[in-house]
């Protein structure tokens, strides 16, 4: 079965960088886009970042410059590096898959506070 697991959240003071990681399983990961979405508090789930199978990328204005993803494919594992963090960054963060329907992971909480 398809299974995203999410790693690599914690707490961050402004300025400072985080790399999430989401390892995948139960599918053939080298032909799948992998999107990145997050979950502010008392707020709607929004797309952080596009990462297709070959690698393109798609950033919201927002994160443009500041978040970068890439994928190993010989390790299942997408990476979303976040860099120059804001305390609004502050979010659950998710991947996710659309194989046949959508499949997310637990999710991640990233807190960006001093």
């Known amino acids: 079965q398809v299974q995203l697991v999410e790693s690599g959240g914690g707490l961050v003071q402004p300025g400072g960088s985080l790399r999430l990681s989401c390892a995948a399983s139960?599918?053939?990961?080298?032909?799948?886009?992998i999107n990145w979405y997050r979950q502010r508090p008392g707020q709607e789930r929004e797309l952080v970042a596009i990462?297709?199978?070959?690698?393109?990328?798609y950033y919201p204005e927002s994160m443009k410059g500041r978040f970068d993803t890439s994928r190993d494919n010989a390790k299942n594992t997408v990476y979303l590096q976040m860099n120059s963090l804001k305390p609004e960054d502050t979010a659950v963060y998710y991947c996710?898959?659309?194989?046949?329907?959508?499949?997310w992971g637990q999710g991640t909480q990233v807190t960006v506070s001093s």
């Open positions: 996710h898959v659309r194989v046949l329907k959508d499949y």
């Open positions: 139960g599918f053939t990961f080298s032909q799948y886009t």
């Open positions: 990462l297709t199978s070959s690698s393109n990328t």
